[in-house]
């Protein structure tokens, strides 16, 4: 016995230009039938939160799928899968597409190597897919805006719900930005972490999809224009702040990246905010108020 809920979507080629759009969504339990041999011409996620089955891929291997996990099907290739019919599974899947999926998987939050990925929970993912079903109403003008805006979130709780990314981050990733205003070269930032320059590269690669050398760089350049739109530091000792003894190589890395010199990033910011300053993230579910501000 099973139960199923879908619906599917056909975007117009308006909102294709947003770069992913949403396709279908589905809720299913139970001793759900097979699925395939198939191929799809469109990505997949099958968030599978309970239960056990199998996948089989193009290479005939078959693959033991234990909840929480999640299955990638990737456009063009051949699948077959289902749960165990002694426990069956539950599971929930979203049909998405579009240009954006190709950057996706070069940042690697589309895995095609890895079409079984297990998960450490899966409910910030089941959130995302609640958002598209709910947005799946019949009649709402902004269905294939707001379900593929849950695309992107998906993709980002599946991430961050891998199994081998611990509840704090990828331990690597969190030294690095750590150590990120620190002048140590890429080779010293792996001699640090006991890897090699090729081994940093792909740890940083695999968690951050970018090289070490544009990891550290976003997190400077992040840094550098707080400092810039915040306080009245010279260009120069916000270039020390944040790693650079040069300012001049800082400026021109500034400006390669950002599209604009410091000086006028800063002055396009409308100077800096007197006092008003603050290190701690505030909690969008509850911001201050005017009652609740400091004097």
Not at 6 to 12: A, G, L
């Amino acid at each position: 016995m099973y139960h199923t809920w879908m619906r599917y979507f056909t975007p117009s080629p308006t909102h294709h230009k947003l770069g992913l759009v949403c396709l279908g969504v589905g809720l299913q339990h139970g001793t759900l039938p097979t699925v395939g041999p198939r191929t799809l011409d469109h990505h997949v996620a099958v968030v599978v939160s309970a239960g056990r089955g199998w996948y089989r891929g193009p290479d005939g291997r078959r693959v033991t799928v234990i909840a929480p996990a999640l299955i990638w099907l990737m456009p063009g290739i051949p699948h077959h899968y289902g749960p165990d019919p002694a426990t069956g599974w539950d599971e929930s899947f979203v049909d998405f597409t579009g240009p954006a999926t190709t950057t996706y998987t070069e940042l690697g939050y589309i895995e095609p190597d890895r079409p079984v990925v297990p998960l450490a929970d899966t409910a910030a993912a089941r959130a995302a897919v609640g958002r598209i079903t709910r947005a799946a109403r019949r009649g709402n003008p902004l269905l294939e805006v707001e379900t593929g805006a849950a695309v992107h979130e998906l993709l980002v709780a599946l991430r961050r719900a891998r199994a081998d990314v611990g509840t704090d981050g990828d331990p690597v990733l969190r030294s690095l930005a750590r150590d990120a205003f620190q002048p140590l070269t890429v080779a010293e930032h792996a001699s640090r972490h006991g890897m090699t320059p090729a081994e940093l590269r792909t740890a940083v690669r695999r968690g951050a999809g970018c090289s070490p050398k544009d990891y550290l760089l976003g997190i400077r350049l992040g840094r550098a224009k707080e400092l810039l739109a915040a306080t009245e530091l010279p260009v120069a000792a916000v270039a020390r702040r944040v790693g650079y003894d040069d300012p001049a190589y800082f400026s021109r890395l500034f400006s390669r990246r950002v599209g604009m010199a410091p000086v006028r990033f800063r002055a396009q910011q409308g100077g800096a905010v007197h006092g008003g300053w603050s290190h701690q993230i505030p909690d969008p579910e509850h911001p201050p108020t005017i009652a609740t501000r400091p004097t």
